[in-house]
């Protein structure tokens, strides 16, 4: 009697569809690091050992990723067989989930805000690696496009010449030029504000007070997009009261920052001249705009 034959081996996808599923299983995991909390532990947290696993674990991440490229990027040659692409997409995934787990290991004690720069980037390595599996899908990706893309910007080109759009709106009057000057003073202030309160933290910071230190790159991420903010408000035309309201919240972002350094362990000496100095500095900046915006507002 004949034996009964053995059950076939479950056929697997094409190279590239394995690929399309690893990216999908990728980002699957984003969400997860973005609300994920740490993992509970009765060790004692190593920062070294932490600090080494990290830097291991992207290595590993950098080195699949390498050579997933170098496979793929073989084409037009034979792509890889369906079981090399298996073992690719395993060793890759295997190598994200890794560090991701690397990143749970940070307990929240050691810092709010280094937790968000470390999450940060583990999400930057998650979703580029994820990108990378999608490019090396289309490995012409975008460049059929070009054409179109290049004659649509031929014919803005082309309408510039020709006067279409005018350029009506694309200067300053007097009054503009006036309200520019403590606009770029408020900027230089916030400049000053941040470099003062970077050496303050630099030098007296303390490793056991991390949740002031917390608060003080809280508000300070807060400057940056700020003075974007006003910086985009003047460009022509300018409109006086938008500038204004822009300049007050930069203006309210730049002393609340002030403020909580001054009540902070990184500033000894909360007499001390330079946050006073800033103050008064930053208030004579936005009474010059209140001054010079005055008219329009009543208008």
């Not at 394995?18 to 009765?42: I, K, M, N, S």
């Not at 950098?62 to 369906?82: G, N």
């Not at 390595?125 to 031929?154: F, K, R, W």
């Not at 909580?260 to 001390?272: G, L, N």
Request: contains cysteine; glycine residues 4%.
């Amino acid at each position: 009697m004949a034996s009964a034959a053995a059950p076939a081996a479950p056929s697997l996808s094409p190279p590239l569809e394995q690929l399309r599923h690893l990216a999908g299983d990728l980002r699957l995991l984003l969400p997860g690091v973005r609300v994920g909390e740490a993992l509970e532990t009765a060790k004692e947290f190593s920062r070294e050992t932490f600090w080494r696993r990290l830097n291991e674990a992207a290595e590993t991440v950098s080195r699949e990723a390498t050579t997933l490229t170098e496979v793929f990027a073989r084409l037009p040659r034979p792509p890889p067989s369906a079981q090399e692409a298996q073992r690719l997409c395993e060793q890759v995934h295997a190598a994200i989930k890794a560090i991701i787990a690397v990143y749970y290991s940070l307990p929240k004690d050691q810092g709010i805000t280094l937790r968000k720069l470390v999450r940060s980037a583990t999400l930057d390595i998650v979703d580029g690696m994820a990108q990378l599996a999608v490019e090396e899908c289309d490995p012409y990706h975008g460049l059929l496009n070009d054409d179109e893309n290049n004659s649509d910007n031929h014919g803005d080109e082309q309408d510039d010449v020709l006067g279409c759009p005018n350029n009506q709106d694309s200067y300053w009057s007097e009054e503009d030029q006036e309200l520019i000057i403590p606009c770029l003073a408020l900027v230089r202030a916030s400049k000053a504000c941040l470099k003062k309160i970077r050496i303050s933290v630099a030098e007296n910071g303390k490793k056991d007070q991390v949740a002031q230190l917390d608060d003080i790159v809280d508000i300070s991420d807060e400057i940056s997009p700020s003075v974007d903010d006003l910086a985009l408000s003047i460009y022509p035309p300018m409109c006086h009261p938008t500038v204004r309201m822009s300049a007050a919240k930069l203006v309210s972002v730049l002393k609340k920052a002030l403020e909580i350094t001054r009540a902070s362990h990184v500033t000894p000496q909360p007499e001390d001249s330079w946050i006073p100095l800033l103050i008064n500095a930053v208030d004579h900046c936005m009474d010059r705009i209140k001054e010079l915006t005055q008219n329009e507002l009543e208008l």
